[in-house]
């Protein structure tokens, strides 16, 4: 299994460009998570899903968007990039918290990607 | 709201035993998280707590105090390899969502 995967691992934009980021998972997971990591900022939800087809607002959701067409799937889309954008992107994933899987569900992550906006 | 509180920054000398401690203020609570991330790469699971008390796995171990608002992650016989970040998470009851608010981090350095 290659767990959670991300592409591309590094980029780098100008100014109002767009981009599309993917995660992808072969854990069957139902749950998959975007977060933004910034130095003294910790990691910062962004949206998530809870299902395909479902998508919901995080803490940090401005300027970003996110499908889940496929389960597993989820994009991460930049309409307009903004120098504040720069930052790493984190994707996770992990199952719906019943008491019969797991005890804690913990949250799975991909290796991450490196955004610069100039 | 929710808040959670951790140092951030820590040293200590390979061998020895550390304590990295987090506190938060948060509703609903449903389970703390610690999680290890070297720099550079993505964070994994270390352990996690709902009950209080001391969850042991080999050198790490973690506690919490849930009238206290209050965790630690323990790591005993440091080795060069624990440098890393530590990042306590909080997990709320908010519809089933699993989501985690997460401290800003510990950035430990284990020294020779």
């Known amino acids: 299994n290659a767990g959670v995967t991300q592409t591309p691992k590094f980029r780098v934009l100008k100014t109002g460009q767009s981009m599309t980021l993917l995660c992808a998972q072969d854990?069957?997971?139902?749950?998959m998570y975007w977060y933004r990591q910034d130095p003294g900022m910790g990691l910062r939800l962004i949206h998530y899903?809870?299902?395909?087809?479902?998508?919901a607002k995080g803490e940090v959701p401005d300027g970003y968007n996110v499908s889940r067409l496929k389960k597993q799937n989820f994009l991460l889309g930049l309409e307009s990039a903004a120098p504040s954008q720069t930052s790493v992107y984190f994707c996770?994933?992990?199952?719906?918290?019943?008491?019969?899987?797991?005890?804690?569900?913990?949250?799975?992550f991909g290796p991450g990607t490196r955004l610069t906006v100039l | 709201g929710q808040n959670i509180d951790q140092p951030t920054e820590m040293t200590a000398t390979e061998g020895a035993i550390v304590q990295i401690n987090c506190t938060y203020q948060t509703s609903g609570f449903n389970g703390l998280f610690w999680y290890q991330q070297h720099a550079g790469e993505a964070p994994t699971f270390l352990s996690y707590n709902v009950l209080d008390g001391l969850e042991e796995k080999g050198r790490f171990s973690s506690f919490l105090s849930r009238s206290k608002g209050y965790s630690y992650l323990l790591l005993k016989e440091l080795q060069m390899k624990d440098s890393a970040s530590y990042l306590c998470a909080v997990r709320r009851l908010s519809g089933n969502t699993g989501k985690l608010i997460f401290g800003q981090g510990t950035t430990l350095q284990v020294k020779p």
């Open positions: 854990m069957n997971h139902e749950y």
């Open positions: 899903s809870v299902g395909e087809g479902t998508t």
């Open positions: 996770a994933s992990s199952f719906f918290p019943e008491v019969e899987r797991e005890p804690y569900n913990e949250q799975f």
